[in-house]
C-alpha cells in the first residue's frame, strides 16, 4: 500500500504561550458568559480559532513517537531497568504541543485515524485509534510492534470543565503495555490533566498537571509522577516530578525531575542525578500516513481536510462553515438511528467481558509466530472497505449551508 511521509509539525513558543487578538478574546467572553463554574464542556461548540490542526485521534499518536524507546525496554533484562525504560517512554511523548493554547477537533463517531512508523532498524510499529463513543466521548487505541511482541492497548475517557479562568480536561482512561515475549509482562498506565490557564486575563497557557502513575504489578514496581503547574507568584511551566518504588515496601528507587518540554532528569539512590530524556537529542519518529485520495471518508484527515484547509489559509469563516456542516451530518445521524432503534457497532473494537474496548484485530493472533502476527495485524488495520464511501449530501438548509441525511447503518469489521 503506498503510503507518504505527511507527519504534521507545529512551531511553538518557548513558553508555550498566547495572546488572544481582541476580536478573538471577544467572543470567548461571550462564550464564557453563558457558563458557570464546573460546567461540562463537552456539548459547548467552540469557536474555530481556539482548533488545533488535526483529530484528537491523531493527537494521541505524540505518545507513540519514540518507539525506539519501547524497543529498547522490551530488550532490557534488568527487570528493574526494564521498567525505568517504560517510564522513558511514557515521558517522551509529552514535549509535542501546537503553538499556543490550541484544542483538537472532537472526533466524530465511527471516525478513525491509523498509522505507522519505520524505525531505522526496519523495525515497524503501527497505531490505530477509532472514536467508539460520542456522548460521553470516548477514544480506543492500538499501537504495536507486532514483530518485538509490543503491544499497547488503551481508552481515552475526557471530560472538559469550565474552571473560571482556566478549563481543565480529566483525563480518564488508561494505557496497557504488554511485552509477550516476557510472559505478558503488563504495564498499567495513567495520564495527568490538561489545563487551558489565562482564559479570562493573562497569557493563556496549556499545562499538564495533576498526578500520573506507571504500574507493573508483577515486577512489584510503580512510578508516581507529578506534573506541576505554574503558580501566580512562584513555580515553573511544564514541570514534572516522580519516584520509581517498590509497591510492596514503598522503597524509593529512582528520582525523576524536570521540564517535560526540554529534559528530564533521573537520580539513583545511589548515584548522582543524569539526564533521563532529551527533546534535543531525541528526533521525533516520523507518522506515515496514507495519502488522502487513498484514504475512507471517515479518517481523519479525510474527515477534517477542508476544516484543516481553512485553518492554514486563515479562512476561518471557511473553516467554520465545513465544521458545522461535518457536526450536523453527526446529529442527523444519530437522531435517523434513534428514530429506527439501531445501536452503533465500532469498526475495529469490541466491548471485551472487562467491558474495555479490545482490538478487534488481535482476534486469533498467532503469538508464537510473530512474523505472521505482524502479517495479520498489518492486513486488518489497514485493510479498506469497498462499501464505506462518503454519505451523500441531500438538501441545502434555509441558511443554504450543506445539509445531510445519510442512511444509518452500522459498520462492522
Request: glycine content about 6%; aromatic content about 10%; hydrophobic content about 35%.
Given at each position: 500500500?503506498?503510503?507518504?511521509?505527511?507527519t504534521?509539525?507545529?512551531?511553538?513558543?518557548?513558553?508555550?504561550?498566547?495572546?488572544?487578538?481582541d476580536?478573538?478574546?471577544?467572543?470567548?467572553?461571550?462564550?464564557?458568559?453563558?457558563?458557570?463554574?464546573?460546567?461540562?464542556?463537552?456539548?459547548?461548540?467552540?469557536?474555530?480559532?481556539?482548533?488545533?490542526?488535526?483529530?484528537?485521534?491523531e493527537k494521541?499518536?505524540?505518545?507513540?513517537?519514540?518507539?525506539?524507546?519501547?524497543?529498547?525496554?522490551?530488550?532490557?533484562?534488568?527487570?528493574?531497568?526494564?521498567f525505568?525504560?517504560?517510564?522513558?517512554?511514557?515521558?517522551?511523548?509529552?514535549?509535542?504541543?501546537?503553538?499556543?493554547?490550541?484544542?483538537?477537533?472532537?472526533?466524530?463517531?465511527?471516525?478513525?485515524?491509523?498509522?505507522?512508523?519505520?524505525?531505522?532498524?526496519?523495525?515497524?510499529?503501527?497505531?490505530?485509534?477509532?472514536?467508539?463513543?460520542?456522548?460521553?466521548?470516548?477514544?480506543?487505541?492500538?499501537?504495536?510492534?507486532?514483530?518485538?511482541?509490543?503491544?499497547?492497548?488503551?481508552?481515552?475517557?475526557?471530560k472538559?470543565?469550565?474552571?473560571?479562568n482556566?478549563?481543565?480536561?480529566?483525563?480518564?482512561?488508561?494505557?496497557?503495555?504488554?511485552?509477550?515475549?516476557?510472559?505478558?509482562?503488563?504495564?498499567?498506565?495513567?495520564n495527568?490533566?490538561?489545563?487551558?490557564?489565562?482564559i479570562?486575563?493573562?497569557?493563556?497557557?496549556?499545562?499538564?498537571?495533576?498526578?500520573?502513575?506507571?504500574?507493573?504489578?508483577?515486577?512489584?514496581?510503580?512510578?508516581?509522577?507529578?506534573?506541576?503547574?505554574?503558580?501566580?507568584?512562584?513555580?515553573?511551566?511544564?514541570?514534572?516530578?516522580?519516584k520509581?518504588?517498590r509497591?510492596?515496601?514503598?522503597?524509593?528507587?529512582?528520582?525523576?525531575?524536570?521540564?517535560?518540554?526540554?529534559?528530564?532528569?533521573?537520580?539513583?539512590?545511589?548515584?548522582?542525578?543524569e539526564s533521563?530524556?532529551?527533546?534535543?537529542?531525541n528526533?521525533?519518529?516520523?507518522?506515515?500516513?496514507?495519502?488522502?485520495?487513498?484514504?475512507?471518508?471517515?479518517?481523519?484527515?479525510?474527515?477534517?481536510?477542508?476544516?484543516?484547509?481553512?485553518?492554514?489559509?486563515?479562512?476561518?469563516?471557511?473553516?467554520?462553515?465545513?465544521?458545522?456542516?461535518?457536526?450536523?451530518?453527526?446529529?442527523?445521524?444519530?437522531?435517523?438511528?434513534?428514530?429506527?432503534?439501531?445501536?452503533?457497532?465500532?469498526?475495529?473494537?469490541?466491548?471485551?467481558?472487562?467491558?474495555?474496548y479490545?482490538?478487534?484485530?488481535?482476534?486469533g493472533?498467532d503469538?508464537?509466530?510473530?512474523?505472521?502476527?505482524?502479517?495479520?495485524?498489518?492486513?486488518?488495520?489497514?485493510?479498506?472497505?469497498?462499501?464505506?464511501?462518503?454519505?451523500?449530501?441531500?438538501?441545502?438548509?434555509?441558511?443554504?449551508?450543506?445539509?445531510?441525511i445519510?442512511?444509518?447503518?452500522?459498520?462492522?469489521?
Open positions: 500500500m503506498s503510503r507518504k511521509n505527511s504534521t509539525t507545529f512551531e511553538e513558543d518557548a513558553d508555550n504561550t498566547e495572546v488572544l487578538e476580536e478573538n478574546r471577544s467572543i470567548i467572553m461571550g462564550l464564557i458568559a453563558q457558563l458557570r463554574k464546573g460546567t461540562d464542556l463537552s456539548r459547548i461548540t467552540l469557536p474555530t480559532f481556539v482548533l488545533e490542526p488535526r483529530s484528537l485521534l494521541f499518536t505524540d505518545f507513540m513517537s519514540h518507539p525506539e524507546l519501547v524497543v529498547k525496554a522490551s530488550k532490557t533484562t534488568d527487570p528493574v531497568q526494564r525505568v525504560e517504560v517510564c522513558r517512554f511514557f515521558l517522551s511523548g509529552w514535549h509535542i504541543k501546537p503553538k499556543g493554547v490550541k484544542k483538537p477537533y472532537n472526533p466524530i463517531l465511527g471516525e478513525f485515524f491509523r498509522c505507522e512508523y519505520k524505525l531505522k532498524n526496519g523495525e515497524k510499529a503501527m497505531y490505530i485509534a477509532e472514536q467508539v463513543s460520542h456522548h460521553p466521548p470516548v477514544t480506543a487505541y492500538f499501537y504495536s510492534l507486532p514483530e518485538l511482541g509490543i503491544f499497547v492497548t488503551g481508552e481515552a475517557h475526557p472538559a470543565k469550565f474552571l473560571g482556566s478549563a481543565a480536561t480529566m483525563m480518564k482512561g488508561y494505557t496497557r503495555i504488554v511485552l509477550s515475549e516476557l510472559g505478558n509482562e503488563t504495564y498499567e498506565i495513567s495527568p490533566n490538561v489545563y487551558a490557564r489565562g479570562l486575563f493573562g497569557k493563556m497557557v496549556m499545562e499538564m498537571g495533576d498526578q500520573s502513575t506507571v504500574r507493573c504489578d508483577s515486577l512489584d514496581l510503580i512510578c508516581e509522577l507529578e506534573f506541576k503547574t505554574k503558580g501566580y507568584f512562584s513555580g515553573e511551566n511544564h514541570s514534572v516530578s516522580g520509581i518504588k509497591q510492596s515496601t514503598g522503597e524509593v528507587l529512582y528520582e525523576i525531575s524536570g521540564i517535560w518540554t526540554q529534559e528530564l532528569f533521573i537520580k539513583g539512590k545511589n548515584s548522582s542525578k533521563f530524556f532529551s527533546v534535543e537529542k528526533p521525533v519518529i516520523s507518522k506515515l500516513v496514507e495519502p488522502l485520495d487513498n484514504q475512507e471518508w471517515n479518517e481523519s484527515r479525510k474527515l477534517w481536510s477542508k476544516v484543516t484547509a481553512g485553518l492554514a489559509s486563515n479562512n476561518m469563516d471557511y473553516a467554520t462553515d465545513e465544521k458545522t456542516f461535518i457536526e450536523n451530518r453527526q446529529r442527523e445521524e444519530t437522531a435517523a438511528r434513534q428514530k429506527q432503534g439501531i445501536q452503533w457497532q465500532p469498526r475495529f473494537f469490541d466491548i471485551n467481558k472487562k467491558a474495555e479490545e482490538f478487534k484485530g488481535v482476534n493472533l503469538y508464537n509466530n510473530l512474523s505472521k502476527a505482524k502479517e495479520q495485524l498489518e492486513k486488518y488495520m489497514f485493510s479498506h472497505e469497498s462499501s464505506s464511501s462518503s454519505p451523500k449530501e441531500t438538501y441545502n438548509n434555509k441558511q443554504g449551508q450543506k445539509a445531510l445519510s442512511e444509518p447503518k452500522s459498520i462492522a469489521a
